[in-house]
């Protein structure tokens, strides 16, 4: 299978690579409560608004909530400020998914 930067698994529903989670996020672009925008390009996605991760805890011994919140732009993905791992504030190409 060729790689590409973003999945459709489900007619409207993309997946995207994140290295900080080290899974695959799903965007839904349709559907009954559709949220996101996305510009049509495979290659440099783009997103629209925010996606926003988080948890309750962000590792079994403590008990400090996990949030990951990122804009997918032109191909990359970008770290907002209230993330709370050492990606925070960074911006960083979309890896390649198979």
């Known amino acids: 299978m060729a790689k590409t ?19 695959n996020h799903h965007i839904p672009t349709v559907g009954d409560h559709p949220v996101w925008t996305f510009n049509g390009d495979l290659e440099y996605p783009t ?10 805890y962000s590792a079994e011994n ?14 990359t993905i970008e770290y907002q400020g209230d993330c709370t791992h050492e990606f925070k504030n960074k911006t960083l190409s979309l890896k390649d998914i198979e």
């Open 62 to 75: 403590n008990p400090n909530p996990y949030i990951c919140h990122f804009f997918i732009k032109n191909g």
């Open 5 to 23: 930067k973003l999945i459709n698994s489900n007619q409207g529903i993309y997946s995207i690579y994140c290295e900080m989670c080290q899974i």
């Open 47 to 56: 997103f629209m608004p925010s996606v926003v991760v988080s948890s309750k």
